[in-house]
Every structure is written in structure tokens, then in C-alpha cells.
């Protein structure tokens, strides 16, 4: 069983000490995003998403996003180094 305690100082800890690229398992299991939505699709009982965006598709929509925030003068939503 997962502890869940732990996950907000392994989080923290792969924050501040984990190395650019590397992965830390903080659950008992490795899911795939697309594992997760499907565990999390049989739990609610609501669909998975159906359609795969490509990576560039889905970093030049948050690039975007980003500019168009700043032209409009809100606080940018940092998406584009997370996706």
C-alpha cells in the first residue's frame, strides 16, 4: 500500500536534490499518463481521454497560452516548461 505521508517530502526531496530527467517512483506503481487516466476513469466511472496530442502540439498551445497571458497583462500560467 502506497504511503501517503511520504509523498509530499519525496516530492520536496526530488524538488530540491533529484537530477534533470530522471524519474522517482513515489506510488506503489509506475502508470503511464495513460494508465493513470484509465485507473482514474475506472474509479469515477467517466471516460479517459480518447485523443493523444502530440508533445510539439501540446508545448506550442502552452507557449502560446503564456504569450497571449502576458499581452493581456495576467500572470502567466508557467505551462510551457511543464509540458
Known sequence: MWAWKSA???ICWAAEK???GE???LGA???TL???LDLLAKITGLR????KIPHGVALGVAYLDT???RAGGERAADTGWKV
Open 8 to 10: 509530499p517530502r519525496g
Open 18 to 20: 533529484g537530477k534533470v
Open 23 to 25: 524519474r522517482y517512483l
Open 29 to 31: 506503481e509506475n502508470l
Open 34 to 36: 495513460k494508465g493513470l
Open 48 to 51: 479517459a481521454p480518447g485523443m
Open 67 to 69: 504569450a497571449f497571458s
